[in-house]
């Protein structure tokens, strides 16, 4: 049994997605950098899906940055990505929590 502890288990807010049937889960960071991690079904999807994703397994993520509080808002300007990840499995949410975590605050 793996008892490794991982970011994607760690403390983070969730509650149903509201642009359709899913969860949104947001993870904060002491760098006051986040994650938005997603998976959504809607009537209007391609395969049923309005996230970047195909199945139960899959997860789209964004970078947030966060402001006052719990405010936040989507960033485009780090090295990780330019645009929301989809089509991502657990690990590769864990993987780029870690560089997320890790970023420098500017």
Not at 85 to 98: A, I, K, M, P, R
Request: charged share 30%; hydrophobic share 30%; net charge negative.
């Amino acid at each position: 049994m793996n008892t490794k502890k991982t970011l994607f288990s760690a403390p983070h807010s969730e509650k149903p997605h509201n642009a359709g049937v899913g969860i949104q889960k947001i993870y904060k960071f002491d760098n006051g950098f986040g994650a938005s991690v997603v998976r959504f079904r809607t009537p209007l999807g391609l395969n049923g899906y309005g996230s970047y994703t195909d199945n139960e397994k899959e997860w789209e993520l964004a970078v947030i940055k966060f402001g006052d509080g719990d405010n936040y808002s989507l960033t485009y300007d780090t090295e990780i990505t330019k645009n929301v990840l989809g089509h991502l499995e657990e690990e590769d949410v864990e993987e780029y929590l870690q560089k997320i975590k890790a970023l420098k605050t500017k």
